[in-house]
DNA sequence: TTTTAATTTAATTGC
DNA sequence: GCAATTAAATTAAT
């Protein structure tokens, strides 16, 4: 619950306040720096060291493709629509892949076409021997803080990125146990009220 | 896709690989600490009160859900491995067994699904239409003040508060962007630099 | 098909 | 107000 408060404390007092029309623009006294709209005037301090959010999308762009994120395709693409399959000539395999791709789904929705391009982690596969620590920590400490993180990111040479959603993960997928489970003690109880 | 703190280059020893069983917890040579497992070193403010306040909740009490936090939640359950929960009655099982880990580690659980359980605020699903209307003002304005946000709650049937929110998270999300672009800027700039 | 890694975003907390 | 983080709901790889 942040705490709200109608507060004048804004930092910069942007108000657009009295504009009854919501959605135009025709004031010509906006208070709005770039800089404040990017969100640059802030670090002052050098802290920010600007971490790269997708560092794997970085072998892409040494296959000479397009820099720009949104026109990027996987670099082991499976997943190749044929329409710009043809607009790789390198790319026999692809192209092959692509084929299969299509002859088993017929259908793609735009937006999961669109997805391929933006750039979706490579699935990581977790060891056995990760899983296991993974989960005895689990068991102790569902939440751990970054300190935990970072120290089990080491010890199994992961991204600390990797642990908090593994955890993340984890704690939904026991949630969501706890539900199946209570709910099958209330059925149990009931058994003529919830039968089908 | 939280932004995580600064990427640890990776000290060049990650060797786990001698441990030989990574799940014992009689395996003395792990060097994990109690504190850091349980990930207490990193809380030692003592926290305020519930905040009051949260009107959603009431109508779980009126569906005749029991009030008491324990019925309701996984709490106890979510930390405490199955086989030793069998043995749960047993205090000196556990006091032989780590009974710190289990006792902190239920209050700390407890705490946190009381919070989250009972007064989580269902997630709100916004139409197509609200979501537009929201993002055409964030255009042209990113600061809405308080008149703006409420005309815009009565405009789209909402509660100021989750007007409030979603400009918060909207000027996030374009920071993170932001964030991003930049990253590749540099990264292109010198691109020498940065291929592996 | 099922499980689960990854993504997006509404909500929460603390500062 | 923001950063960091969480849960919820998805998407998609296995």
Same mark, same amino acid.
């Given at each position: 619950m942040a705490g709200r408060s109608l507060c004048s404390a804004d930092p910069a007092s942007h108000n657009l306040q009295n504009k009854s029309s919501l959605g135009e623009n025709k004031n010509t006294s906006c208070s709005f720096s770039i800089e404040s709209i990017l969100g640059l005037e802030q670090k002052k301090d050098g802290t920010? $060291? !600007?971490? $790269?959010?997708?560092?794997?999308? @970085?072998k892409w762009n040494d296959l000479g493709e397009d820099c720009n994120p949104c026109l990027r395709i996987p670099a082991i693409s499976y997943a190749i629509p044929l329409f710009h399959a043809s607009?790789? $000539? @390198? !790319?026999e395999e692809r192209v092959l892949k692509c084929e299969n791709y299509f002859a088993v789904n017929e259908r793609l929705s735009y937006k999961r076409e669109l997805s391929w391009y933006r750039g979706r982690r490579p699935r990581t596969a977790f060891t056995r021997n990760q899983i296991e620590l993974l989960e005895n920590v689990f068991r102790v400490n569902s939440y751990p803080g970054i300190d935990v993180r970072e120290e089990l990111a080491q010890k199994l040479d992961l991204d600390e990125d990797r642990i908090q959603i593994w955890f993340q993960n984890r704690r939904a997928k026991m949630k969501r146990s706890h539900r199946e489970s209570q709910f099958l003690v209330v059925k149990n109880a009931f058994p003529q009220n919830m039968i089908k």
């Open positions: 920010q $060291p !600007a971490k $790269p959010h997708r560092p794997w999308v @970085d607009n790789y $000539p @390198d !790319a």
